[in-house]
């Protein structure tokens, strides 16, 4: 009985609010985001929900400021919890008032729901919000804390053209496989690390990993360390978050603007046949440009990758032979996708060796140094290499 009353308490004092107080919505539709995409950097057959899964059945917490008018977009964070029940607010309630910000937080997809269904959960809830308000997705963040942050680096580097920023609290995910990906991550994406002073493992993995490593690849981030162990930041500190965030929103915009295809607007959600026809229409536009025809390689890879079986996966595969043949543009490709690839694969060798993962900064040199031999970065490889195989 005792436990039931604290457990109350502590969800009651995470719902007090000044001028509004979160309210519980169901979900009213199954989510129109591709979250079987989302869910297969879990593993291969990832992508499976239980039969009886109900997406209507789903429920979340949200708080809409008083503010809030259907006529602009509005900010939005989306918060998952390492527990079953919604988390977050308690820090994110001041800034969410005072930058008039959208949350929602979703009940039981918490550590211990399967990987692909708290994605799902995640996405019918993220969807729901964007059919009913008029919301903003440059300026949608994605947050969670402990394994709710890795969850959002998962999410967030999956579906980048839904979001404006990623906050992962003491806990985070490497970057998806597909080089597309990466470059929208670069493009588009804020990504605020935050990790406690005393949060011994989280704080190194931020530290020595993921903040020096996604620096180097060029992506915009900050790493935040307030004095606390594994627990939520003060409301300074995401207030410190949410400005750092807002300062790169005119970058975003304009990146919306001159890729459309590669972007949605409020209330949109393409269809994977429509988001594949946009990428690979992007990509050809992309290769007719000498400085982005890797670029539009990737693109192609993508759009392969995801929607082979469609028919501008189909296209995609036919253009990428053709693109094999024009020995003019090979030459371009070669030279930008080799400066693209020298770049990733020096910066994760060097964040393994950071972390204490040898065994894979080993396998990244040594993938240079195959890649490059008799040229000064494979030697540079090779050396690295017998380093640290000794």
Known sequence: MWKSVAVALLIANDCLA??????????????????????????????????????????YQLFVPKQYAKEKAWPLVVFISPGDQPTGFSAWQKPCESRSMLFCSPYKAGNNCPPVQRVRIVLDMLDDVRRTYHI?????????????????????????EYFGGVIPVCGTNPLPRLTYLRHRIHDRL?????????DTLNRKENEEYMYPYFQELGIRTKLWVPAVGHALPPASVVEEVHAWLAEDLKRRAKNAEDYPGLSVTAK?????????????????????????????????????????TLEPGKEAKALLMKVSNDEELLKRISE????????????????????????????????????????????????????LQK
Request: neutral net charge; hydrophobic residues 40%.
């Open 18 to 59: 000044g001028s509004e107080i979160p309210k519980d919505v169901k979900v009213s539709a199954a989510t129109r985001l591709d979250w079987e995409f989302a869910a297969s950097g879990f593993g291969p057959g990832a992508a499976k929900l239980p039969r009886d899964y109900d997406s209507t059945q789903q429920s």
């Open 336 to 387: 930008q996708g080799e400066e693209d690839e020298v770049r990733f694969l020096t910066a994760q060798a060097k964040a393994f060796e950071r972390f204490g993962l040898t065994k894979q900064a080993i396998a990244a040199w040594q993938l240079l140094a195959e890649n490059y031999a008799d040229t000064p970065t494979g030697k540079k490889a090779a050396t690295e290499l017998k380093r």
């Open 268 to 308: 949109t959600a393409p269809t994977a046949g429509e988001q594949a026809r946009a990428l690979l229409d992007t990509a050809r536009a992309d290769l007719k440009q000498p400085q982005r025809v890797w670029r539009g390689v990737t693109l192609l890879q993508g759009v392969t990758a995801r929607w082979g």
């Open 190 to 198: 804020s990504v605020a690390f935050v990790t406690g002073t005393t």
């Open 136 to 160: 903003d997705p440059e300026q949608t963040y994605l947050a969670g804390f402990s394994g709710g942050g890795r969850m959002a680096c998962a999410i967030g580097f999956a579906l980048p």
